[in-house]
């Protein structure tokens, strides 16, 4: 029986281990970057090993492929399911959201999600699971004990490290939004200064070029066009000026905008610690449940950082 139960382990990291591979795959895909992919610091998605062992041993001696399928896809919405809702209850986050899929439940299953892990069932019980199931028979006893032993240790303690990294998730949001907010106070006022600025420098220079035009249209009636040369001169100075100060004003902007954005970086690299920074990266649709707005700006900074490499 215990060697039994070993084998189901050996299995659960198995299928863990290939979940981790596909999501990573996936989403590393759809975001045009390399993603860590994984609940666990390690390469584990556990859900995905649970739902694999789950279908073996109820489904292991079934032998039509549209039963398997079906039960596949109906045992796998519950359970997905079930661990989000689980999941939004513990730290008050959600790590996917389907909302944007067709034929969603509250954003956390949808028909497509379910039609392929129901293929995905047919292929594990009916394809995969049997080759792997006689290389576990062939392996010594002892060795999978102490295999087992490793593994054990390994998961339960990326588990703990895990979840106490997460646990105060919303707390480090809410000192984040805190620090940012102060800091975007003042970087406001320095923005608004030099929109001011350049603001009253077009209007100082359109009207100093207004009325040179005026002075080259009264010379122009008096005859003394001998003046238009200087006067057009003081024009092209006049535009001249302007146009450097509201480049230099721009540019100021600019600069103060990357300095800002800089800022966010440090700030979040401050107050998050290494597993809750991971999971923000790792996982594009994770939402909070009361700063959630915090969470989305915050990305959106991360991203422009990333592009801007």
Not at 245 to 262: D, H, Y
Request: charged share 20%.
């Amino acid at each position: 029986m215990m060697l039994v139960l070993e084998h189901l382990f050996l299995w659960f990291i198995l299928y863990s281990f290939a979940g981790w591979v596909y999501e990573s795959i996936l989403v590393s895909c759809q975001e045009r970057r390399l993603v860590n992919r994984g609940f666990l610091n390690g390469p584990l998605c556990p859900i995905y090993g649970t739902g694999a062992v789950a279908g073996i041993v109820v489904l292991g001696n079934v032998k039509h492929p549209l039963v398997v399928f079906l039960v596949a896809m109906v045992g796998a919405s519950i359970l997905e399911y079930a661990t989000s809702w689980a999941m939004e209850r513990l730290f008050h986050a959600r790590w996917w959201d389907y909302s944007h899929f067709r034929f969603n439940l509250n954003g956390r299953i949808c028909l497509l999600g379910a039609v392929v892990f129901g293929l995905g069932g047919v292929v594990i019980v009916d394809v995969v699971q049997p080759p792997v199931e006689r290389v576990t028979n062939m392996i010594p006893a002892q060795v999978v004990h102490v295999l087992v032993a490793v593994l054990v240790l390994l998961t339960v303690f990326d588990t703990v490290v895990t979840v106490v990294g997460i646990v105060d998730f919303e707390q480090s949001l809410e000192r984040f939004r805190s620090a940012v907010s102060k800091y975007g106070g003042a970087m406001r006022e320095k923005v608004e200064d030099a929109v001011s600025g350049a603001t009253d420098l077009v209007a100082g220079a359109t009207g100093k070029a207004s009325g040179v035009a005026s002075d080259m249209a009264a010379s122009v009636i008096d005859g003394a066009s001998g003046k238009l040369g200087g006067m057009s001169g003081s024009v092209g100075q006049a535009v001249g000026q302007m146009s450097q100060r509201v480049g230099e004003s721009w540019q100021n902007g600019k600069e103060m905008s990357a300095e800002f954005m800089l800022r966010i970086k440090d700030t979040a690299d401050a107050v998050f610690n290494h597993q809750q920074r991971r999971m923000i990266a790792s996982f594009p649709r994770l939402k909070t449940t009361r700063y959630n707005e915090t969470l989305q700006q915050l990305r959106e900074t991360m991203e422009k950082l990333y592009r801007g490499r």
